[in-house]
């Protein structure tokens, strides 16, 4: 399978611990995205990679979470101190660069879902 | 800034009728547009995107999609709609004079669910 991995697909924690999750996107993609979902809404922007270059950050992401991107490959998404509102699924895409610009898509991994007690 | 709306939370079918699923979008130019769809614990799929050209855009299993500048719109539309459709339509829409932001902006989706 060439798909783009996330892993763990579940993890439940208490309020205060750490959690990393980590993206396999697809080998020759060098842009990598998160996206945060929750129950109801659909995917918010959280941070964006091109190669190893973490190139926007949205204002969802508050300074206990971390991306990284170290090798221009997988990626790692750190959330320290949790809180109960980090529940959510976590998902990861990452997409090839084409000529035509802004019209490439997105491939999807299956998420990674946070519950935090 | 760009945005996306997906005014119908559930869109309710017949196996056999024809479905829409509607979006709208605001951005500054011309719109990239996408639809995504998502089965349950599933990560989000490509259907279909407009870019430029023919308004009626044709994408996966059967679906396509209408762009109308006029009304800034992109409705997903299928002739005959199946079981196995049900699941939840993502809209996304991104603005090329963003620069060099390749990022898309989600709706908040539409729950289709095409009964028997």
């Known amino acids: 399978d060439t798909g783009v991995s996330q892993d763990p697909r579940h993890k439940i924690t208490k309020r205060g611990q750490n959690v990393t999750f980590r993206c396999d996107p697809i080998?020759?993609?060098?842009?990598l995205y998160w996206y945060r979902q929750t129950l109801g809404q659909g995917p918010e922007f959280l941070t964006y990679?091109?190669?190893?270059?973490?190139?926007?950050k949205s204002r969802l992401l508050s300074d206990r979470f971390s991306a990284e991107r170290p090798k221009g490959s997988f990626s790692t998404l750190e959330i320290q101190r949790t809180e109960q509102g980090d529940s959510a699924m976590y998902l990861c895409a990452s997409s090839s660069p084409v000529r035509n610009s802004g019209a490439n898509v997105l491939t999807f991994g299956a998420g990674s879902r946070l519950t935090v007690l | 800034a760009q945005s996306v709306a997906q005014p119908e939370d559930q869109v309710n079918v017949a196996e056999g009728n024809p479905l829409t699923v509607k979006c709208t979008y605001s951005v500054s130019g011309n719109p990239y547009l996408f639809w995504y769809v998502q089965y349950p614990n599933r990560g989000l799929q490509f259907l279909l995107k407009?870019?430029?050209?023919?308004?009626l855009v044709k994408g996966s299993y059967g679906f396509e999609a209408e762009f109308n500048k006029s009304q800034t719109s992109f409705h997903l539309k299928k002739p005959s709609a199946l079981v196995s459709d049900s699941a939840l339509y993502f809209c996304?829409?991104?603005?090329?004079?963003?620069?060099?932001?390749?990022?898309?902006?989600f709706g908040r989706g539409t729950s289709l669910i095409v009964h028997p």
């Open positions: 407009y870019i430029t050209g023919d308004n």
């Open positions: 996304a829409v991104r603005d090329p004079l963003t620069g060099g932001s390749y990022i898309p902006t």
């Open positions: 990679f091109q190669n190893e270059a973490q190139l926007e």
């Open positions: 080998s020759e993609h060098n842009r």
